[in-house]
């Protein structure tokens, strides 16, 4: 099924005109479209000009959102935390992914996180709702997650994930930018893009823990970012994904940004002194075809700013 097809199904679903779940497949074979994979790796203290550097390298925002683009900037929001404890995405990096989809022509720009703490405080205490609210741009809009939005989708290709509740303006959206913070997690050993996707998922997340980095593949059968860039300005390096500690974190001042959201997450592996074959979700959405995970033969793009 063609994307088109597959958003009409989901909007008609949504308005109940229908009561069959949509479903959504991708081609079986992408490996060979991921042998070019490429990821930008910039380095800088100053975080917005870091994220833009990332994106010049990548083409620039252009190569994602074209005028008049619905758009989903979907950071990690989900815990009650301030930006210096990096459980959540610095707001100054999803401030800076907004500001340049504007400026590509988006119409609109939404944020959004389905949280694990009471929603307000994540908000509020992440930085990112007063970064959005202070651009001034009616375009921009972070917004609490609607329950009625979630839509059951039937994923064809998943192996251990067959069919789930996903959020409707995560997968109709024109173009859905990722963007996580890199972290350790007790459960999947590292937060990275692939988990991200928890964000953008309904009802009980708990029952997905067996078999998680298998399921987080399927789920990004359907949940297909054009863009993954990954926050590791300040990184938790233990006792995540919720931390709390500044004791925990280490600073690399750093953005990961890739087309190859399994290319993304490989790279950033590194950062904690994993290899990309000891995460069990890259090594699951590399076979399911999603990516390149092999560090020889994704391209990379480093620059350094200095201040």
């Not at 070019?36 to 910039?42: F, L, N, P, R």
């Not at 050993?189 to 991200?196: F, P």
């Not at 987080?216 to 006792?239: E, F, G, Q, S, Y």
Request: glycine share 8%; with cysteine; hydrophobic share 40%.
């Amino acid at each position: 099924m063609d994307r088109r097809r597959f958003i009409r199904d989901v909007l008609l679903y949504s308005a109940g005109v229908t009561l069959s779940a949509p479903r959504f497949s991708i081609p079986e074979v992408q490996a060979s479209s991921a042998q070019a994979a490429e990821i930008a790796i910039v380095t800088g203290q100053d975080y917005g000009a870091i994220v833009r550097e990332a994106l010049q390298l990548l083409g620039g925002m252009e190569q994602f959102v074209r005028p008049g683009n619905s758009v989903v900037v979907k950071p990690n929001i989900g815990w009650d935390r301030s930006p210096e404890q990096a459980a959540n995405t610095h707001p100054l990096v999803v401030e800076a992914l907004v500001e340049l989809a504007l400026e590509a022509g988006a119409s609109k720009v939404q944020v959004f996180d389905n949280t694990c703490n009471e929603k307000r405080r994540c908000y509020n205490n992440s930085g990112i709702a007063d970064t959005i609210v202070a651009l001034k741009d009616r375009k921009a809009r972070i917004e609490y997650i609607d329950k009625r939005k979630f839509v059951p989708i039937e994923i064809t290709r998943g192996r251990s994930l067959t069919k789930w509740d996903i959020y409707k303006d995560a997968i109709t959206a024109d173009c859905y930018i990722n963007v996580p913070v890199a972290k350790h997690h007790g459960l999947s050993r590292l937060s990275l893009g692939l988990k991200n996707s928890m964000g953008a998922i309904g009802g009980n997340r708990g029952r997905l823990h067996h078999d998680l980095g298998q399921k987080l593949a399927d789920l990004a059968t359907v949940i297909r970012p054009k863009l993954t860039l990954i926050d590791a300005t300040r990184v938790l390096m233990k006792n995540g994904p919720q931390g709390g500690r500044l004791e925990d974190v280490k600073k690399f001042d750093k953005v990961i940004a890739s087309k190859d959201p399994v290319a993304a997450d490989a790279y950033a592996a590194t950062l904690f002194g994993l290899r990309p074959e000891e995460l069990d979700s890259t090594v699951a959405a590399h076979r399911l075809g999603l990516g390149q995970m092999n560090l020889d033969k994704i391209r990379h793009l480093e620059q350094i700013l200095q201040m």
